[in-house]
């Protein structure tokens, strides 16, 4: 199983980026991917999760409105539309699998609910 974020870069503030988690070694299809960053000096935050099928979406508070996570299951990809960034989304951000296929409220954001995690790729929010 192998799980390849991509996508990080510099960006200022109200810009855009997105990631994308390419996936291999494993049946994509059956597994829902979640999103989560981590920031210099911080513990690991959830950011959204979606489901196999795609068609349950999970966002954090705090970029709910403003990212967009979407799946194309014929080419095991993920990705993370990021848009209207701010400061305090710079973090390292990181692909995971998910422990099923469709989470339910409350799972989602649990990292011990996800048992492969991609290298992580750094965003960079600063003018």
């Known amino acids: 199983v192998q799980l390849q974020a991509s996508g990080g870069g510099l960006v200022q503030p109200g810009g855009s980026l997105r990631l994308s988690c390419a996936a291999s070694?494993?049946?994509?299809?059956?597994?829902?991917i979640g999103w989560f960053r981590q920031a210099p000096g911080k513990g690991r935050e959830a950011v959204s999760c979606?489901?196999?099928?795609?068609?349950?979406?999970f966002y954090a508070t705090s970029v709910r409105g403003r990212f967009t996570v979407s799946r194309e299951n014929a080419g095991d990809t993920v990705d993370l539309q990021m848009n209207s960034l701010k400061p305090e989304d710079t973090a390292t951000y990181y692909c995971?699998?998910?422990?099923?296929?469709?989470?339910?409220?409350?799972?989602?954001?649990?990292?011990?609910?996800?048992?492969?995690w991609g290298q992580g790729t750094l965003v960079t929010v600063s003018s």
């Open positions: 979606i489901s196999s099928s795609g068609g349950r979406n």
């Open positions: 995971a699998r998910f422990l099923g296929s469709h989470p339910i409220a409350g799972t989602w954001g649990n990292p011990s609910q996800y048992d492969f």
């Open positions: 070694g494993f049946s994509f299809k059956g597994y829902a």
